[in-house]
């Protein structure tokens, strides 16, 4: 059992960083892997980051994005940097105790999302 809560998302224009938040509740966080999907509107949810046993990033966001964790703290971050339009969603993070990393359906906790916005 765990519950998230996102934040951190805001207005920046292109080529600006953000770091958003996602704290956690649940004694048995350092157990699960913790992941970043985003939505934009009119599209179905896609997968960003993931940190569990590996990391994985999707090849849109390789090079630019950093998925971290502080478990002490019960906090996972997701560091985004050279940010372009295109990243413009709701960003959601998600913990599993196993499942593909990728995909939502293997997620059975969720955040209520943070909007990042990237003006052109």
């Known amino acids: 059992q765990v519950q998230l809560v996102e934040s951190g998302g805001g207005l920046v224009q292109a080529g600006d960083s953000l770091t958003l938040s996602c704290k956690a509740s649940?004694?048995?966080?350092?157990?699960?892997?913790v992941a970043w999907f985003r939505q934009a509107p009119g599209k179905e949810r896609e997968f960003v980051a993931a940190?569990?046993?590996?990391?994985y990033y999707a090849d849109s966001v390789k090079g630019r994005f950093t998925i971290f964790r502080d478990n002490a703290k019960l906090t996972a971050y997701l560091e985004m940097s050279a940010l372009r339009p295109e990243d413009t969603a709701v960003y959601y993070c998600a913990a599993q105790l196993v499942g593909t990393y990728n995909i939502p359906s293997a997620y059975g906790y969720w955040g209520q999302g943070t909007q990042v916005t990237v003006a052109s």
């Open positions: 649940g004694r048995a966080f350092r157990s699960y892997t």
């Open positions: 940190n569990g046993g590996q990391i």
